[in-house]
C-alpha cells in the first residue's frame, strides 16, 4: 500500500492550464500502475488518464484526450496530469490513484483497478 498527496489545483479561467501533482510515499510506487479521476458536483466518479508503471504506455478518456497528459518520474515518485485548455466542464475534485498488482499488464479505467487513493484536490475552471 502506497499513500498519495495531490496538490496542483486551484482556480484558472477557461482556456488556462494547471499541472496536478501525485506524490507518493513507499518504493513501491514505482511498479504500479497510475491514474487520475474527477469528481464532479453531483456526478460520479470518472476515468480521467493511467499511465503504466514504466510510463511507456498510457490512455485517456475521450474529453480530455489531446488536452490532458499523464506522466511520471518514478525517481521522485511521483505522478503528473499536465491540463492544457481548460474548460468549465473540467471543474471537479481530482484524484490520483495506484494499482497494487505490482507492473499489471492492463491499464484500467475503472474504480476497481485501483487500490489506493489520494484525499484529491480542488480544479476550478470559471471566468
Known amino acids: 500500500q502506497v499513500q498519495l498527496v495531490e496538490s496542483g489545483g486551484g482556480w484558472v479561467q477557461p482556456g488556462g492550464s494547471l499541472r496536478l501533482s501525485c506524490e507518493a510515499s513507499?518504493?513501491?510506487?514505482?511498479?504500479?500502475?497510475g491514474a487520475w479521476f474527477r469528481q464532479a458536483p453531483g456526478k460520479d466518479r470518472e476515468f480521467v488518464a493511467a499511465?503504466?508503471?514504466?510510463?511507456?504506455?498510457?490512455m485517456y478518456d475521450g474529453p480530455v484526450n489531446g488536452r490532458f497528459a499523464v506522466s511520471r518520474d518514478n525517481a521522485k515518485n511521483a505522478m503528473y496530469l499536465q491540463m492544457n485548455n481548460l474548460e468549465p466542464e473540467d471543474t471537479a475534485v481530482y484524484y490520483c490513484?495506484?494499482?497494487?498488482?505490482?507492473?499489471?499488464?492492463?491499464?484500467?479505467?475503472?474504480?476497481?483497478?485501483?487500490?489506493?487513493w489520494g484525499q484529491g484536490t480542488q480544479v476550478t475552471v470559471s471566468k
Open positions: 490513484a495506484a494499482d497494487n498488482v505490482i507492473r499489471r499488464a492492463t491499464l484500467g479505467s475503472t474504480d476497481n483497478y485501483y487500490s489506493d
Open positions: 499511465v503504466d508503471w514504466s510510463g511507456g504506455s498510457k
Open positions: 513507499g518504493r513501491a510506487f514505482s511498479n504500479m500502475n
